[in-house]
């Protein structure tokens, strides 16, 4: 009996009538059914708002950081019960191996961001404060604050695992509950997927959704708090994007659109080269890895006129090497498209294409897949194309055929060759393959402006490239024009896009309140106690030392220079630096940092254990021989990252502000100390 896929709503697992049948990709058999019963949104969005919104905001950035490096790994540790259910899709294991450990990858990746670049708490002082009035009582900054808000993620059905999680990842870190609903033709991969991370016990009540089937009146229910994202064709971006209520709403709206993706193969590269072959590898690859069925795939490979039969020849004979099949057999290279209707869909954009094309490679070159009852499955030949006149013939710029499917077209020039690029109205990523930096130089920033990624990619590159269609966790996934617009990943930046960036004004101490974060000209906190006294529990955000004078000497600026080695002419050579700007010898900006730190460090052992780091370091004005330089020392800012050191004891990390000033009260250097502060244990 074919079991039923289950959407999970409210709390539960909901649906038991068969629906659609969902047959296999490698021989037509039937894996799973959707459910027939209707589900209701307005269920759905309730419970993620009552219910998964609390839970969410009670845990903090590094604790949902926390969270999604333990889901992470709870995926890997049952990663094969998700390959058995890859294999249905036509994925081959390297296939699965993208999507499945690409996916518990990204979690791993933004547990990292989460860690290392987002403070405790619910709020991210974003920055920079700005002087508002002329004596320091009125400031301005920025702030990113949880939206308070259901995200929808609505998926293509290439990735069922890494679709969901790369963008679950970055919306659980952000604190907002969200409502995946996959494409239907391989949720079965999804829903397996969903069911491992609710067992896992690390997903809050209410934090995850699952639809099975279509979204009914989901998109209707959304309110402004709630943000919409999309992957898939561009037709249903452009449909979606326009949905009455997410207009009305102003419900922001991303879309990553499949895209007429393009490698360039440089002027300066010819067949005898390293970067010919990696070329030609790389176009294969696009061309096979997930048979095709890819955003990020190369669809038009522009190669120099002169070079066009080579590489058609060299592509050719790649192609014919790769066994086509399914999955579960050792010896295959390349699966089956996801679905029937994903390969009728293909053949005829091939038909579109090949009205002014020739077939270079295809079914006519030995197509024949291995397995048993393969006869039934959805796949399709290896297909290139060449088109000689691509200015001639728009359908190569315009059709995409979302399979294992590229087309070659020459070009005369390197303009020429960006012009063709350009006429893809928008892609996610290009490639640029040279040996020479000057046409990377050239060429990349008339290529930027059409394209969401590029790389550039000669022989050191290829060591180590993840190539041409792999996004990266901490580099922009998107692109403009037909790529959608808009922008998935890229670290931090992906946080940001569910979080509210608020500008805040007041007095510094009102809005160092409000940031969480000491801002200069705020009320301080002084006390007997040095600050390097206070474990990290006990530290105030504020708490502030104002250190003793010291006179800088001749003395100074010798003995600094030779242990240094130091001998730069402004810190010597009275008669140079006496027709400098500062028309004196001053003192080494390293010095003054070593003498401020003299100053303010407490020398006893306590909860201070280590000094990792100097930010926004300035030195503002000069220092001479002569001039007495004082320091205050303030708490700024604490994040707890949850961690213990090698003897147990738990550790925050403190950043304290620094403002050195001379005798006349001028600032003459600035920066941020990065502490690491022992917990009481």
């Given at each position: 009996m074919t079991p039923v896929l289950q959407s999970y709503i409210g709390g539960r697992w909901f649906g038991h009538d068969a629906a659609a049948t969902l047959a296999s990709a490698v021989n037509g058999r039937p894996v799973?059914?959707?459910?027939?019963?209707?589900?209701?949104?307005?269920?759905?969005?309730?419970?993620?708002?009552?219910?998964?919104?609390?839970?969410?905001?009670?845990?903090?950035f590094q604790q949902r950081a926390e969270r999604l490096k333990a889901l992470a790994r709870y995926l890997i540790e049952h990663k094969e019960q998700l390959y058995a259910v890859s294999a249905h899709t036509g994925a081959t294991r390297n296939d699965g191996w993208v999507d499945i450990e690409g996916g518990s990858g990204t979690l791993f990746a933004y547990a990292g961001v989460g860690s290392s670049e987002l403070p405790s708490g619910n709020l991210v002082h974003e920055g920079p404060v700005l002087p508002l009035g002329k004596k320091g009582g009125f400031v301005g900054t920025h702030i990113l604050v949880p939206r308070r808000g259901v995200v929808v993620h609505i998926n293509a059905f290439n990735f069922p695992v890494w679709g969901l999680l790369e963008k679950f990842a970055p919306s659980f870190l952000a604190g907002m509950p969200c409502i995946a609903k996959p494409a239907t033709a391989t949720s079965y991969l999804t829903?397996?997927?969903?069911?491992?991370?609710?067992?896992?016990?690390?997903?809050?009540?209410?934090?995850?959704q699952l639809v099975i089937g279509g979204t009914g009146d989901l998109l209707e229910r959304l309110e402004e708090s709630d943000v919409v994202t999309f992957t898939g064709s561009a037709e249903t971006a452009a449909r979606l994007r326009t949905h009455p209520n997410i207009v009305r709403r102003s419900i922001p709206f991303n879309a990553e659109a499949d895209s007429l993706n393009c490698a360039i193969l440089a002027p300066d590269v010819q067949p005898e080269d390293e970067e010919f072959d990696l070329f030609v590898k790389e176009v294969a690859r696009e061309i096979t890895v997930k048979a095709g069925q890819k955003c990020t795939a190369i669809r038009r490979a522009i190669v120099p006129r002169d070079r066009i039969d080579a590489v058609a020849a060299r592509l050719r004979e790649r192609l014919s090497k790769v066994v086509v099949g399914d999955p579960a057999l050792e010896k295959v290279r390349m699966g089956a498209l996801a679905s029937h209707a994903q390969r009728a869909d293909v053949a005829a954009r091939v038909a579109e294409l090949a009205a002014g094309s020739e077939i270079v490679f295809g079914a006519a070159d030995g197509f024949a897949p291995q397995g048993e009852g393969v006869a039934e499955g959805a796949f399709f030949p290896p297909t290139l194309l060449l088109c000689r006149d691509p200015a001639r013939h728009p359908a190569v710029h315009d059709v995409e055929a979302f399979g294992p499917v590229s087309t070659l077209m020459p070009y005369g020039d390197l303009d020429e060759a960006l012009a063709l690029a350009a006429r893809g109205r928008g892609s996610l990523v290009g490639t640029l393959v040279t040996k020479t930096p000057a046409i990377a130089a050239q060429a990349i920033p008339v290529a930027a402006a059409h394209h969401g990624r590029l790389l550039v990619l000669d022989r050191v590159a290829a060591a180590e490239s993840t190539g041409h269609g792999s996004p990266l966790p901490l580099?922009?996934?998107?692109?403009?024009?037909?790529?959608?617009?808009?922008?998935?990943?890229?670290?931090?930046?992906?946080?940001?896009?569910?979080?509210?960036?608020?500008?805040?004004?007041?007095?510094?101490?009102?809005?160092?309140?409000?940031?969480?974060?000491?801002?200069?000209?705020?009320?301080?906190?002084?006390?007997?106690?040095?600050?390097f006294r206070r474990h990290f529990e006990d530290l105030r955000i504020g708490e502030s030392l104002l250190t003793h004078r010291r006179t800088v000497s001749e003395a100074d600026i010798v003995l600094f220079g030779g242990i240094s080695g130091d001998y730069?002419?402004?810190?010597?050579?009275?008669?140079?630096?006496?027709?400098?700007?500062?028309?004196?010898?001053?003192?080494?900006?390293?010095?003054?940092?070593?003498?401020?730190?003299?100053?303010?460090?407490?020398?006893?052992?306590?909860?201070?254990?280590?000094?990792?780091?100097?930010?926004t370091l300035r030195f503002v004005k000069p220092v001479g021989v002569g001039d007495t330089i004082l320091a205050r020392l303030t708490c700024k800012r604490k994040i707890d990252r949850r961690r213990k050191g090698a003897d147990g004891v738990g550790q925050g990390v403190v950043a304290w502000d620094v403002a050195v000033t001379n005798q006349d009260g001028e600032l003459v250097a600035s920066y941020d100390i990065l502490t690491l502060v022992a917990k009481r244990g």
């Open positions: 799973a059914a959707t459910h027939a019963e209707a589900i209701d949104f307005g269920e759905a969005l309730a419970h993620a708002r009552a219910v998964g919104l609390p839970a969410l905001l009670a845990l903090d829903a397996a997927c969903v069911r491992l991370m609710l067992d896992s016990g690390l997903v809050p009540a209410g934090a995850l580099l922009k996934h998107g692109g403009p024009g037909r790529a959608g617009g808009g922008e998935e990943l890229g670290g931090v930046r992906a946080v940001e896009h569910y979080l509210q960036r608020t500008a805040v004004q007041g007095s510094p101490t009102m809005v160092s309140a409000v940031a969480g974060e000491y801002i200069r000209g705020a009320a301080l906190i002084e006390t007997e106690l040095h600050p730069f002419y402004m810190h010597f050579d009275e008669i140079a630096a006496r027709s400098s700007t500062f028309g004196k010898r001053i003192a080494h900006g390293y010095f003054v940092l070593s003498a401020a730190a003299g100053l303010f460090v407490s020398p006893a052992p306590g909860p201070v254990l280590a000094n990792y780091g100097l930010d």
